[in-house]
């Protein structure tokens, strides 16, 4: 059975910096491509982020660019999500999932909250 544990969320003010991690089991996630996607408020799901799998290319839409960072690790079979510069408009549940997303391996996600 897959598994996938998101951590790393909080709180933070405006320009302030997070990492979220994604941990697997059940699940090699170096064999796909992964993805990150978040969920504001009263809105549905955008895609933020995906790593290839292989050589780990990665793909931002345009509003992260230059402000967040997806690697992976591995060894560990876990995905990062190196968040800096934070904005108010970053605030949401974040996920990770298999791109594209598979409906059975949604988690609880992590809140990360930008406010001042």
């Known amino acids: 059975e897959v598994h996938l544990v ?11 910096s997070l990492r979220l991690s994604c941990s697997a ?7 796909y491509d992964m993805s990150w996607v978040r969920q504001a408020p009263g809105k549905g799901p955008d895609w933020v982020a995906t790593i290839s799998s292989g050589p780990g ?17 591995n060894a560990k079979n876990t995905i ?12 949401a ?6 791109d594209p997303p598979d ?3 949604w988690g609880q996600g ?3 909250t930008v406010s001042s």
Do not use: H
Request: hydrophobic share 25%; charged share 20%.
């Open 57 to 73: 290319t990665t793909y931002y839409v345009d509003s992260v660019k230059g402000r967040f960072s997806i690697t992976k690790d």
């Open 25 to 31: 089991s059940g699940f090699t996630l170096g064999d």
């Open 93 to 98: 549940i974040y996920y990770c999932n298999e």
């Open 103 to 105: 409906a059975d391996y």
């Open 80 to 91: 990062f999500l190196q968040m800096n510069n934070l904005k108010p408009e970053d605030t």
């Open 110 to 112: 992590t809140q990360v």
């Open 6 to 16: 998101e951590s790393g969320g909080g709180s933070v003010q405006p320009g302030g």
